[in-house]
């Protein structure tokens, strides 16, 4: 005889394993740090890449101002103000990738706590029988 509690627990986590779980299992084998540090690393290079993008296309559009002020500027305080653009915006972006991976890493790892949860009472709904 088919137990509809079994059957509709077996169906939920048949449904998170093809879908988020996929993912949580990913996120869930490393350790938090290791996690974090990882995802961290990888969006501040992105920042890099486009921070130095963005600041040459902006030299391109300004070649022609930036060229005819260049003997009449202080460069050293445009480069201050360049490198403080630099550490505020790739700063910026790590410290809201830590903020969002903290939060992904421990919504990951209650949900596999559930999963887990789960897998033992189906185990014990087995055994009962």
């Known amino acids: 005889m088919l137990n509809e509690e079994r ?13 988020e779980g996929r993912k949580n299992v990913k996120i869930g084998n490393y350790f938090r740090s290791d996690y974090i540090t990882v995802q961290v690393l990888k969006s501040v ?24 002020e260049l ?8 480069a201050k103000s360049v ?11 790590g410290v809201i990738t830590y903020v969002i991976c903290t939060w992904k890493y421990v919504s990951a790892k209650n949900s596999l706590k559930r999963y887990y949860h789960n897998l033992k009472k189906l185990g014990s709904m087995y055994k009962e029988q």
């Open 7 to 19: 059957i509709i627990l077996m169906t939920r986590m048949a449904s998170y394993e093809q879908g």
């Open 71 to 78: 003997y009449n500027m202080d460069l050293l305080a445009f």
């Open 45 to 68: 290079i992105s920042a890099i890449v486009a921070f130095l993008i963005m600041f040459g296309l902006y030299m391109l559009c300004n070649f022609e101002e930036f060229m005819k």
């Open 83 to 93: 490198l403080t653009y630099f550490c505020v915006f790739v700063g910026g972006y």
